[in-house]
């Protein structure tokens, strides 16, 4: 039998009677999977090539169908870390079925683990998730605690992906006791880590649903959990781990109102950030420092946090980190608007649409590839019946990605509460209309009175109706929906074309007398609102911004009059 250098295997090179070829080969492959997939995935196709010739010849040789079945198997995993999806879940099906057929448990698991995260990746979660359960129940069945613990971790991922966080908990708390048994301190690190993100994203909910006080627990249990999790990731000297527990350490303190405790994290994960080859997390560290200062806002945290902010762009652009960009950007113009350089706070609000849009656009694309790879890997499977349910599918996954990439575009552009032009929109809005020429163009900016007492005493549910219904009062007296946007909590913008100073004025009385007399009591007995309005020329000024601040200081001094009044 001739000797076999499994790291120079390919597709010929292995006779077809060489078991121990084979395996070396498979072996080899196996062992390329993390490092050089590539490599891995040509190793293991020679191996599965004289495998299927061996098993041809030997169709009743177990040890040839159990050849068969792993270089199936190696070669669908090296395709997996490839990312080379609806071929991985096609081969690792194909070793699953081969390892069904002799009765090889351990191999069957295996295989279906790797089935299932590959079907997970292409977006087919549910499907996904049946393999790694069933993974799970053969590794139960044949007492093979440490798979099943890995079974457990990946099923309490999906589950998370899922949003069904207190599932994922409880799968994360099965595979915990195992793990601590075996002394394996890297994954009882993970165990705990995952459950402490899963309670950041069960209080993320919790609050999106406006239940502030069932969120307020699980981020105290998150903070609990990753402060555990943080000295034995330390002991595994991994330091990706070791940042990925500081940011869901940050995470839970942020949300629990701990913002000191959140920036020592931040900081700490920041300094990790600058020993790991890649930079998104350099540039995502400094943004999310930057957020917890610019939420802290101390002496001096506006400053940090434009330069962090900075920072983290130039890391973006210089390495093309496209993903990462557009909040980054989105936050960086945010701060550019605290600190009073408009100018430079729109240019950045119209980059961050930019990117945004080139996102979506990507974003689409790669569905269409996810989608397609689970269309071949069905016809792989099940021939479908005819080309017309084939014209079907396929014309109906289009009108899919076409309408969520129109959704997309659309929550882009609009304030989801109230159906106006989200700021950035408004703004691209009006400097089109500043552009055709400032002749008899006003603007207007408009703060709803005393609106934190709303919400403290009807409750956020009633402060919600209320952004809604002055809304609808500022557009019916506007009379063009585009021209109308919020700005953010409770102010509202609007630009408009009137013939003289004095119908300007009588417009925006009109507004506040629409909100003042509007039936309230609909909404709350007993409930009255008003607003103050600021408005101004734009033919007095030499820029937007400028004029933004006109009508903002007006508004102001209408507040300062007393409430309930325009000024202009």
């Known amino acids: ?312 762009d130039e890391i973006c652009a210089a390495h093309q980190l496209r993903e990462s960009h557009p909040p980054i950007v989105e936050s960086l113009a945010l701060a550019l608007e605290r600190s009073g350089d408009m100018a430079a706070a729109l240019a950045a609000h119209r980059r961050f649409h930019s990117l945004q849009m080139q996102i979506n656009s990507e974003t689409a694309e790669r569905e269409a590839r996810a989608l397609e790879s689970r269309l071949r890997l069905v016809r792989t499977e099940a021939d479908l019946d005819s080309a017309r349910l084939r014209e079907q599918e396929l014309a109906t996954l289009n009108a899919q990605l076409n309408a969520k990439q129109a959704e997309l575009e659309r929550l882009a552009h609009i304030d989801p509460l109230t159906g106006l032009a989200n700021r950035r929109a408004w703004l691209q809005e009006l400097a089109s209309e500043w552009a055709a020429g400032q002749q008899g163009l006003y603007l207007l900016l408009l703060d709803i009175d005393h609106f934190k007492s709303i919400n403290d005493s009807w409750g956020h549910a009633v402060g919600d109706a209320v952004l809604q219904r002055v809304a609808r009062c500022v557009v019916g007296s506007i009379g063009e929906p585009r021209a109308t946007g919020r700005f953010g909590g409770e102010e509202f913008v609007a630009w408009c074309r009137v013939d003289s100073r004095e119908t300007m004025a009588a417009l925006a009385a009109r507004t506040l007398q629409a909100i003042r007399q509007s039936n309230w009591d609909e909404i709350g007995a007993g409930l009255r609102v008003t607003a103050s309005l600021g408005w101004t020329a734009a033919t007095r000024h030499a820029s937007v911004d400028a004029a933004l601040s006109e009508a903002d200081r007006r508004m102001y001094d209408a507040k300062h009059a007393g409430r309930d009044q325009a000024m202009g």
């Open 1 to 312: 039998m001739s000797s076999v250098d499994p790291g120079e295997t390919g597709v010929t090179d292995i006779p077809a009677n060489s078991h121990a070829g084979i395996a070396a080969a498979v072996e080899r492959a196996r062992a390329l999977r993390n490092s050089d997939p590539t490599q891995g995935i040509r190793i293991a196709d020679g191996a599965l090539a004289a495998a299927q010739r061996l098993a041809s010849i030997h169709p009743d040789d177990l040890p040839a169908q159990r050849l068969l079945a792993d270089a199936l198997a190696a070669l669908g995993h090296c395709e997996r870390m490839s990312s080379s999806l609806a071929d991985a879940a096609q081969h690792s099906s194909a070793a699953v079925s081969v390892y069904e057929a002799i009765g090889e448990q351990r191999g069957e698991a295996m295989a279906r683990t790797q089935w299932g995260i590959a079907l997970v990746q292409m977006g087919d979660l549910t499907g996904g998730l049946a393999q790694l359960e069933r993974s799970r129940d053969i590794s139960v069945a044949l007492g093979d605690r440490r798979s099943e613990s890995d079974a457990l971790i990946d099923i309490g991922v999906v589950h998370n992906m899922l949003g069904d966080d207190a599932s994922a908990i409880a799968f994360y708390q099965q595979a915990l006791p195992i793990y601590e048994q075996a002394n394996d301190t890297y994954h009882v690190a993970t165990c705990l880590n995952n459950m402490a993100y899963a309670h950041v994203c069960w209080g993320r909910r919790e609050l999106d649903g406006g239940r502030g006080d069932s969120a307020s627990p699980h981020f105290s249990q998150a903070s609990s959990l990753a402060a555990r999790a943080l000295p034995l990731a330390r002991e595994c000297d991994h330091v990706d781990f070791v940042a990925t527990c500081l940011n869901t350490l940050s995470l839970a303190r942020r949300h629990s109102g701990d913002l000191d405790g959140c920036m020592a994290a931040l900081r700490e994960q920041l300094a990790i950030s600058e020993q790991i080859v890649g930079h998104r997390m350099r540039a995502v560290c400094r943004a999310t420092i930057a957020d917890a200062l610019l939420q802290r806002n101390n002496d001096g945290d506006a400053s940090e946090a434009l330069h962090l902010l900075t920072e983290a």
